[in-house]
């Protein structure tokens, strides 16, 4: 009997019985190898996409989660080289899923996903007998599901996070004295590090804290966002911290992404007659759940804002209400609409309290803008 779970119809059979035997044999070994105990079942994508996932929800006696392998991603793998060694590299992936859940590590979603890959490959190294081709093929599959997408809660990591998570929990294997014990907390220790490949130094000073070193054009680049930074600071007459609270979209459109949250807003202005420039940084935590976690996501945007003053007869003369657009840049481009209004406080403060709303945004914002300078510096003395 067929149910529906994780966007896919599950069953119990792939419908090729000779292909059921080779995938529950397989699932045996890695049941052993992970000291666990997996219902398999098996999947149509309702997305013709590949697709596989644990949950750690199932109707068996001592069981500790199910692993759902989708017949859409067997078909997409079985036509590439090495294609059942892929198979199993999904299998493992999974696999090791069910043993976060089972010693309950809740770290963020991405680290969870890069550990994963990391236990994967020590699978398959510690299987000894995978060839280098199939190396390479499993390790260009993981570099090749991986995306840019940082401020999707649902990202898993970049291609080189994940090809090289991939690549050293197969070199672990090869390290002698482990096990898939001192695999797990080595993998957690990999992926927390962010250090992909372990591409960048260590500082001998400090054990376990890694820093690239700048050479060529990374360092004219440091030059260069230094010199926008002091140009920025120097031309600029206000500084701005606002709190952030965002809301779920409250329009029927797929296309936009509203979701609940909470943050900061932090930039710099340009003050004109009656209008201002703003340019500012924003870092949203949304609250993101799958199907045995919580946790939260922070998104970081970069924001364009203008605005204008207003002059209404019947609002008192300390509140200045205004109304403006901006452009929010953070997994995609957006445009917003604002409207607020700011009360002065002291002499150089003013209490700002905003709306804005567009195909990136639905949000509260309200703090305070601080005037650090009054006019510049090189007309102090004239």
């Known amino acids: 009997m067929s149910r529906i779970s994780g966007n896919m119809i599950i069953e119990s059979s792939t419908g090729n019985n000779e292909l059921d035997n080779i995938l529950f044999a397989q699932k045996n070994d890695l049941e052993s190898f992970f000291d666990l105990n997996i219902n398999l079942s098996f999947g149509t994508e309702l997305s013709q996409q590949g697709n596989a996932f644990f949950t750690p929800y199932c109707n068996s006696f001592n069981c500790n989660g199910e692993i759902v392998l989708g017949k859409y991603l067997m078909v ?37 996903e890069l550990h994963a ?22 390790f260009n599959e993981f570099y090749s599901i991986g995306d840019y997408n940082f401020n999707d809660p649902g990202h898993h990591g970049t291609p080189e996070e994940r090809s090289c998570a991939f690549l050293q929990g197969f070199k672990y294997a090869y390290s002698g004295n482990t096990n898939v014990y001192t695999a797990y907390n080595a ?90 420039l703003e340019y500012g940084v924003s870092s949203i935590g949304f609250k993101s759940k799958d199907e045995f976690n919580t946790s939260i996501e922070r998104n970081t945007f970069f924001n364009v804002n203008y605005v204008h003053d207003l002059n209404f007869a019947r609002v008192p ?46 949000q509260l914002q309200f703090g305070l803008i601080f005037k650090y300078q009054k006019e510049y510096l090189w007309n102090k003395n004239k």
């Open 76 to 112: 997409d793998q079985s036509m590439k080289s090495d294609s059942y060694t892929r198979i199993v590299a999904v299998f493992a992936h999974e696999f090791a899923h069910g043993m976060q859940h089972k010693y309950g590590w809740s770290g963020n979603s991405k680290w969870r």
């Open 187 to 276: 993998g957690k220790n990999y992926v927390i590090a962010n250090n992909p490949c372990y591409k960048y130094q260590q500082n001998n000073n400090r054990p376990g804290y890694y820093f690239p070193t700048l050479t060529g054009s990374q360092y004219d680049g440091a030059v260069i966002i230094v010199a926008v930074v002091a140009a920025t600071v120097l031309l600029s007459n206000d500084i701005y911290y606002r709190r952030v609270y965002s809301f779920r979209n409250p329009l029927p459109d797929d296309t936009l992404d509203f979701r609940n949250g909470n943050g900061w807003h932090f930039g710099f202005r340009r003050q004109f007659n009656r209008s201002a």
């Open 317 to 362: 003369k300390r509140i200045v209400p205004y109304i403006g657009a901006g452009i929010n840049l953070g997994n995609g481009a957006g445009v917003c609409g604002i409207t607020g209004f700011y009360v002065p406080v002291f002499d150089r403060f003013k209490f700002d309290f905003r709306y804005e709303i567009g195909n990136k945004v639905n």
């Open 117 to 138: 890959d990391y236990l994967a490959g020590y699978y398959l190294g510690m299987i000894k007998s995978v060839t280098e081709s199939e190396v390479i093929s499993i």
